[in-house]
């Protein structure tokens, strides 16, 4: 039996996306074309998993009265999902973008009641995981929620021997680094507030992330936007550098890159391979609209144009 990946997105969302010749202020807007897709970071993590061929389980929060409009949009993309029903409503997100720049609008998630939650433990209790499985916690925590909930979740499921994956911000990344993930994906922004510690250069980022790898997380995966992502691991450093592309959306560009990452270490792949396709997936989405994920096609397309690098002596990520 292959391991499966499991995805938790506790703060799911439903994602409008509206495009506009230009954003203006005290003056009318003229939206020209509008998407709605399912959101949520663990979600857009299953979603892209899918479009790789690969299947996953989520477990979400659905919400009472717009929970059906968003199974519905799951449904439609074919994703398998373990919902849990609360009595709030999931939050909307709002991305408007004009001339390659994005202005987003999030809602802090609905306020979870205590009998929710212990919904999600019971699941996590009963779920048949198997030594290998991935268990992928990525995103923000709605209100209810304690910032540790990730460390206590890998904390609960460490008899399986999982992979666990935490893609988080701030305090919820901090706690969960106490209780040592498999891997850790922040990006420069996330990591400084983790640490609330500004890292200038390259020098400090590998101070820090070798730190965290002596410590006892295996791998660390720093994106860094248009200029790609490095791979932190006790075997090597390595860097991977996406080509110029036709930019239309930078939302989810992480969730797939994550995504590609798990897909091709799940079969074995070398830390190059995985690392490569992870930046060539990122960058794809990327040229989607709003959070659609990309094809596989695409994807091959931008592959052969992504560089790999060892040598990062005087490696300038800013």
Request: charged residues 30%; proline residues 4%.
């Amino acid at each position: 039996m292959p391991p499966k990946i499991y995805t938790i997105s506790l703060n799911s969302s439903i994602d409008f996306t509206f495009y506009l010749k230009d954003i203006l202020f005290e003056d009318v807007n003229r939206i020209e074309k509008i998407r709605v897709d399912p959101g949520g970071k663990g979600m857009n993590i299953s979603r892209m998993l899918k479009k790789l061929g690969e299947e996953s389980i989520s477990i979400t929060f659905i919400g009472k009265n717009n929970g059906k409009f968003y199974k519905d949009l799951l449904k439609k993309e074919k994703i398998n999902f373990i919902p849990i029903k609360i009595s709030g409503e999931l939050r909307n997100i709002y991305n408007f973008i004009s001339q390659k720049k994005v202005l987003r609008f999030n809602e802090k998630g609905p306020e979870i009641k205590r009998e929710e939650l212990k919904k999600l433990w019971y699941i996590l209790e009963n779920l048949n995981f198997k030594e290998g499985d991935f268990l992928v916690m990525s995103g923000s925590i709605p209100p209810g929620i304690k910032k540790n909930i990730y460390a206590e979740i890998i904390k609960k499921v460490k008899k399986h021997n999982l992979y666990t994956v935490v893609d988080a911000d701030g305090e919820v990344l901090k706690e969960a680094i106490k209780e040592k993930p498999f891997i850790i994906k922040p990006n420069i922004e996330e990591l400084e507030r983790c640490l609330n510690e500004k890292i200038e250069n390259f020098k400090k980022l590998n101070d820090i992330c070798i730190y965290l790898i002596n410590s006892g997380i295996s791998i660390i995966l720093v994106t860094i936007g248009k200029n790609g992502a490095i791979l932190f691991s006790k075997e090597k450093i390595i860097y991977s550098k996406p080509p110029e592309i036709n930019f239309k959306s930078s939302i989810g560009c992480g969730d797939a890159f994550l995504s590609a990452f798990l897909y091709k270490f799940k079969k074995g792949k070398s830390y190059d391979e995985c690392l490569k396709f992870a930046v060539a997936t990122g960058t794809a989405k990327a040229e989607e609209e709003g959070t659609k994920m990309p094809s596989l096609s695409k994807i091959k397309k931008i592959l052969p144009f992504v560089k790999i690098y060892e040598d990062l002596k005087n490696f300038i990520f800013i």
